[in-house]
């Protein structure tokens, strides 16, 4: 089993910037595919962006050109730059990731992100 910590999150106001990170539990996997979702009150969890292994990217038409998600292979850590953050980026934030050599996703807890007006 690989545990998924996320941090990072917080209160910012609107305009401005977070960075979180999903790091593994163990340092003998390889990370592939990683993914970051969101979840606000009352509402589904959404795709906020994601990574496959080979790099390329994909993110919710809400989130384009001001959140980027990269990984650090060698710390076997995700992150999602948030960028021009909006009241309605306020919600939950999830990580889920695929390892190398071992079967299934695996999820964070969450992490709490509110953007003030």
């Known amino acids: 089993q690989v545990q998924l910590v996320e941090s990072g999150g917080g209160l910012v106001q609107a305009g401005g910037s977070l960075r979180l990170s999903c790091a593994a539990s163990?340092?003998?996997?390889?990370?592939?595919?990683i993914g970051w979702y969101r979840q606000a009150p009352g509402k589904q969890r959404e795709l906020v962006a994601r990574?496959?292994?080979?790099?390329?990217?994909n993110y919710a038409d809400s989130v384009k050109g001001r959140f980027t998600i990269s990984r650090d292979n060698s710390k076997i850590t995700g992150y999602l730059q948030m960028n021009s953050l909006k009241p309605e980026d306020t919600a939950v934030y999830y990580c889920?990731?695929?390892?190398?050599?071992?079967?299934?996703?695996?999820w964070g807890r969450g992490t709490q992100v509110t953007v003030s007006s």
């Open positions: 163990r340092s003998i996997v390889m990370l592939n595919a």
């Open positions: 990574m496959s292994s080979d790099g390329s990217t």
């Open positions: 889920k990731a695929a390892f190398g050599g071992i079967n299934g996703d695996f």
